[in-house]
């Protein structure tokens, strides 16, 4: 969890690339014997200190526009969309690279006119620089031509929404991976015994991350049982109750609330039903008097459709093999998903006949699903929609289309 969260990070990007520009600075004199006597004659240090002076002070300038840039355009498109989306659009890889190739540059060229100043390179040393200075030159020209073409659609609508559409989606193949984070479904199994302790939070949050592999571990050393009852995405006050163990020594019944990792936000590395959340949050901003902007809501319930569809497919695979037999947690069912995505556009949007007939369309096509489970969810929730939809529209003839599209 640690390592992509890091690997997400616009700052470790930067960092990682930094280091590497550095290290390629210090390394170049160390490559002196492999270099020809006519290229250190051509190559020297007055035809590189030009070019690294102005890659300096453009790649400086680059990197502030683009930083502020992107800052604005993130900050706008959550305005517009839903604070929320705001962290899933920090974690843009285009971005994040194309900064992180400007900075790298920038220090690339700073240090070498440093160690150009001090007299540390020699010939040798200034044929390498230049060599990388070509190299940086290309990769700058690639970064900016992908920038470009970036900056088109960046705080965009549709970019927001797609990228809260492909993290849910990646979180959702994720639960289908591995339902009931590789456990045992706690609702088919038998509760907890009446000896189980429980597991206490050790401070109030959301309960982003269970580690699975630890906790199992831990359970096997003393041959206990686990159930979660606070599955990622609920929230924990201090002191309240995680799960129980059964059959566990003092040691893990004291360490066992260390594998809940709790924080003030929800998060999408095993929170499944988030994204779903995110992109409901974004139709009942775009369906509010203030907005006013019904296209978006139906996008919204399109996408949703087909995360749902899709999850569907990825679900009626071949049965998941139990990775931790010794633990039990609750599965995240389809009339949770469905009532994440859809629930509150249906109250937003029922006295709008595009929307609502939108909604209709996208429950009776999941009603025809494969998996019974989305199938029977999107029934009971055709059901929902028509009562708020009758409640909600004005015109007879509204609530006409309205009762034949659910009759279709």
């Given at each position: ?13 930067v ?10 600075v ?19 240090r007055?035809?590189?200190l ?58 690339f ?31 700058v ?162 996408r ?19 990775r ?22 249906i ?22 699903s ?39």
């Amino acid at each position: 969890m640690l390592f992509l969260r890091l690997a997400r990070r616009l700052g470790v990007r930067v960092v990682l690339m930094t280091v590497l520009a550095l290290i390629a600075v210090f390394v170049a004199p160390a490559l002196d014997p492999l270099i020809p006597d006519s290229f250190k004659d051509r190559f020297d240090r007055d035809a590189v200190l030009p070019i690294l002076n102005i890659l300096a002070s453009t790649m400086l300038a680059a990197t502030t526009f683009s930083l502020g840039v992107m800052v604005q355009a993130f900050q706008s498109a959550a305005g517009q969309a839903t604070p929320r989306a705001y962290r899933i659009l920090m974690q843009d890889g285009t971005t994040q690279t194309v900064l992180a190739t400007f900075v790298s540059t920038f220090l690339f060229s700073l240090t070498a006119i440093v160690m150009f100043r001090a007299e540390f390179y020699g010939d040798a040393a200034a044929v390498v620089i230049f060599a990388l200075t070509v190299l940086s030159i290309a990769l700058v020209i690639i970064a900016i031509l992908r920038w470009i073409d970036h900056l088109s659609q960046l705080g965009s609508m549709d970019h927001t929404l797609r990228m809260v559409e492909n993290a849910a989606r990646d979180c959702l193949k994720t639960v289908a991976e591995a339902p009931c984070l590789g456990a045992n479904d706690s609702s088919k199994s038998d509760a907890p015994p009446p000896d189980a302790v429980a597991i206490l939070a050790n401070r109030s949050g959301y309960v982003q991350f269970v580690n699975m592999p630890a906790m199992h571990e831990a359970l096997e050393r003393c041959d206990a049982r686990m159930w979660v009852t606070a599955q990622p995405g609920s929230y924990a006050l201090t002191g309240g109750v995680l799960g129980y163990l059964s059959g566990a020594d003092a040691k893990l019944v004291e360490e066992a609330a260390d594998h809940f990792t709790l924080e003030r936000e929800r998060t999408l590395e095993q929170d499944a039903r988030f994204g779903l959340i995110v992109l409901s949050e974004i139709a009942a901003r775009a369906l509010s008097p203030g907005v006013n902007d019904p296209g978006t809501a139906i996008d919204v319930v399109q996408r949703v459709k087909n995360l749902l569809w899709d999850h569907a497919h990825e679900e009626r695979a071949e049965p998941r093999d139990i990775r931790y037999p010794r633990a039990y947690v609750p599965r995240i069912t389809a009339a949770d998903l469905v009532q994440d995505g859809i629930d509150v556009i249906i109250r937003d949007g029922a006295g709008r006949p595009e929307v609502i007939g939108t909604i209709i369309k996208a429950l009776n096509d999941l009603a025809g699903s494969d998996w019974p489970p989305l199938a029977e969810a999107a029934r009971d929730t055709l059901d929902y929609a028509r009562e708020h939809a009758e409640a909600a529209l004005t015109l007879q003839a509204d609530r006409e289309a309205v009762r034949e599209l659910i009759r279709r």
